[in-house]
């Protein structure tokens, strides 16, 4: 008897594959083929001398190759692992107030304008297009204390294929604008509605100083901000939690024993004027860690402008002697990729190119005709890469990405 028929492949790719691995933040395999099946699952990663076998194996024929350029290659989509929708109808202004004046101010009375249906749309609309068009692929996202606006925000990233979570936000507590809040029975009742299955649970924790004497002052019976969540069954092997600039030892020793989540936001911490998280510190108590945009906080939707702030924070901690040594470029590529679908419990499925994972990627052309940064003759792959990662646009993002980029999937 013959060997079993080998289910069509969708795509086979000739080039230069870029993305993380357990053993490495950053492997570059030039000269490589990718077989991808009608599934959309990874099939195989080999050297291109393997050719002959690979067409005998899995039935394609050279040309049925999609060749790369010398100019292009593939990397993971990267992971925005906490981002506000709504505040999106903002992002770029209003960050001149330290973070709970400047929740107060701005976000809560621009939140309360989404039992809109209409504002929801236009806004949530806008911003999974734009995150689409950064490379974002996967994102967290945070909606409203409104139910039918979040589950549009569902809809809206289902119809633009992003992978997403979406979570609707639960408040019964908010003095400083009334017209923001939910009564706690009706806030269950509309929970339960929106979440038929709980898959994450996401908040935010240690984000600023005040915000940590606030929480100490509300629940003094508790040893600290982590054994809140936790003492609450909130702080799971699904918990996500962001900022985290000041927990103890002692706090991330339970982060790691609970399996939780961090995600770092530079881009908002440095903003708001929050606070610094000890990336290195974090990595050390091996608890998982990806990376955030926190819009409106953070002032960018460009997951590579957290790539460039978190590299921005641990040179801080290095200059001001907390830490000996930063983290690496290679580091903070992983965290926003690898990194990412490990904080969201999606390593199995996506956050690098391992066969049976599902093919979700970018594919980028560094010599695309509005580049941003130039190339030269003299250029080796290793200096386009890294170029492509740090480079900025006129200091300014306005939401572009840094490179052309195309999802693949």
Known sequence: MGSPQRPPLAHVFKGTFVHSSASAPLEILPGH??????????????????????????????????????????????????????????????????????????????????????FAEEVYTRVVRRTLKNGTTTACYFATIHTDSSLLLAEITDKFGQRAFIGKVCMDMNDSVPQYREITADSVQETERFVTELLEKKSHISENEEEVKLVASMFPAYQNYTELYDKNKLLTSKTVMAHACYLSEEELKLFNLRGAAISHCPNSNFSLCSGVLNVRKVLEHNVKLGLGTDVAGGYSASMLDAIRKTMMASNSLQINKVNEKGITLEEAFQLATLGGSQALGLDDVIGNFEVGKEFDALLINTKASDSPFDLFSADDFEVIRTGSMINKIDGNDGGRSMIQTEKVS
Request: net charge negative.
């Open 33 to 118: 083929l990718l077989g991808v099946d009608d599934n959309g699952t990874i099939v195989f990663v080999e050297q291109a001398d393997q050719l002959e076998q690979l067409a005998k194996t899995w039935g394609f024929k050279t040309s049925d190759i999609r060749q790369l350029s010398k100019h292009e290659f593939f990397m993971p989509g990267l992971v925005d692992t906490h981002i506000h929708a709504p505040q999106y109808a903002f992002t770029g202004t209003r960050v001149d107030l330290p973070l709970l004046q400047w929740l107060t101010s701005y976000t809560f009375p621009t939140e309360a304008k989404y039992q809109d249906s209409g």
